[in-house]
């Protein structure tokens, strides 16, 4: 069985996704860890983001982009460098969506996300997990959240827990800029699929939320 999670920006997608494989027994799989990591593997060895158009698979396969399983889930490595913790810097999330958006990226992490499905049951998170990857998911769920609460949810993430106002329009500008190239590219942008659950999370709790999902998936079963 798949479940997808797709929705924009910060809706809580990844963590959301996490909770409810743990919860169901089922694997996750981050598809927004691998854009991340071919975004920061590229920005290590010097590939100029205006080059990034013209990569193409071998040039992909070099940077040796690979998801490994660790204690707490995946751990991302470009060779043997673990770096799941630099892919979720604000120096990546600035870029990632210019390497998203990139044809020849997106036909390249195809195959390798859906080879990740062949063992077993999986809930997956992304932008296009349940329109183009997956489409023929049991469940797939579509997140929103107002983006004044998405950016709260970021910043805290971060560890600023009380941000001035300042700092949380900035976050919003940022969210929305990313939004706005993810859904107006030409291959697989970001959109709400016809057969989508949409749950809007801007005042459900972590755990309401990954309740609702968790209920869906084990009516879907
Ligand atoms: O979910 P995230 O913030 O980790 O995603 C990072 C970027 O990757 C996001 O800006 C869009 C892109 N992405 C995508 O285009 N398709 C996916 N299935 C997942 C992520």
Same mark, same amino acid.
């Given at each position: 069985?798949?479940?997808?999670?797709?929705?924009?920006?910060?809706?809580?997608?990844?963590?959301?996704?996490?909770?409810?494989?743990?919860?169901?027994?089922?694997?996750?799989?981050?598809?927004?860890?691998?854009?991340?990591?071919?975004?920061?593997?590229?920005?290590?060895?010097?590939?100029?983001?205006?080059?990034?158009?013209?990569?193409?698979?071998?040039?992909?396969?070099?940077?040796?982009?690979?998801?490994?399983?660790?204690?707490?889930?995946?751990?991302?490595?470009?060779?043997?460098?673990?770096?799941?913790?630099?892919?979720?810097?604000?120096?990546?999330?600035?870029?990632?969506?210019?390497?998203?958006?990139?044809?020849?990226?997106?036909?390249?992490?195809?195959?390798?996300?859906?080879?990740?499905?062949?063992?077993?049951?999986?809930?997956?998170?992304?932008?296009?997990?349940?329109?183009?990857?997956? %489409?023929?998911?049991?469940?797939?769920?579509?997140?929103?959240?107002? %983006?004044?609460?998405?950016?709260?949810?970021?910043?805290?993430?971060?560890?600023?827990?009380?941000?001035?106002?300042?700092?949380?329009?900035?976050?919003?500008?940022?969210?929305?800029?990313?939004?706005?190239?993810?859904?107006?590219?030409?291959?697989?942008?970001?959109?709400?699929?016809?057969?989508?659950?949409?749950?809007?999370?801007?005042?459900?709790?972590?755990?309401?939320?990954?309740?609702?999902?968790?209920?869906?998936?084990?009516?879907?079963?």
């Amino acid at each position: 069985m798949i479940v997808t999670i797709d929705g924009p920006a910060g809706s809580g997608k990844s963590s959301t996704a996490r909770a409810v494989a743990q919860r169901l027994g089922f694997r996750h799989l981050d598809s927004g860890a691998f854009y991340r990591a071919l975004t920061y593997a590229a920005l290590q060895a010097g590939i100029a983001e205006e080059r990034w158009e013209s990569l193409d698979s071998a040039a992909l396969d070099a940077l040796r982009v690979q998801a490994r399983p660790g204690a707490e889930g995946w751990r991302m490595f470009a060779g043997d460098n673990d770096i799941s913790e630099p892919i979720r810097s604000p120096q990546v999330n600035a870029r990632v969506s210019h390497m998203a958006r990139v044809p020849a990226v997106r036909g390249w992490l195809m195959g390798r996300l859906r080879a990740a499905a062949a063992d077993g049951d999986l809930v997956t998170d992304g932008r296009d997990m349940g329109s183009v990857v997956f %489409p023929d998911a049991r469940l797939k769920v579509y997140l929103v959240a107002d %983006p004044r609460e998405r950016a709260r949810r970021r910043l805290a993430e971060h560890g600023h827990l009380a941000p001035g106002e300042a700092e949380l329009a900035a976050e919003v500008a940022r969210l929305l800029e990313r939004d706005r190239i993810d859904s107006e590219r030409a291959a697989a942008p970001l959109v709400q699929p016809a057969d989508a659950v949409v749950i809007d999370t801007t005042g459900l709790s972590f755990e309401e939320q990954v309740a609702r999902v968790v209920e869906l998936a084990q009516r879907r079963r």
